[in-house]
């Protein structure tokens, strides 16, 4: 399993929708699309700025985030997203360590 950040920002037909009828958008959708590709919603809130809502995901591989990101994309609740992949501090080591032998030397 890996752990990925999603960050949306809604349209403004979202809110709408969500004033009409408010409730726990962020556990009740965020819990679903993780365990519909087997993984687990580790927390999600509401946030201020260029982003509406932030979830911490922690699901199979890629394919499983991406299905994900092209799922909630296609049903219209968002203007926009963003997903990162987050990695653990051991493994941002062991890439700092392995970086030392990958043969790279940039153009001048």
Do not use: H
């Amino acid at each position: 399993m890996a752990l990925y950040l999603y960050q949306g920002a809604y349209t403004s037909e979202s809110w709408a929708a969500q004033l009409a009828d408010p409730q726990n958008r962020v556990e009740t959708v965020g819990r679903a699309v993780c365990e519909s590709v087997g993984g687990r919603l580790v927390g999600g809130w509401l946030s201020f700025g260029e982003f509406d809502i932030v979830l911490i995901m922690d699901v199979p591989d890629n394919v499983s985030i991406a299905a994900i990101g092209m799922a909630v994309g296609a049903g219209g609740a968002m203007k926009s997203s963003k997903t990162t992949v987050l990695m653990s501090g051991d493994d941002g080591v062991a890439a700092l360590r392995k970086a030392s032998s990958v043969t790279y030397k940039p153009k001048k």
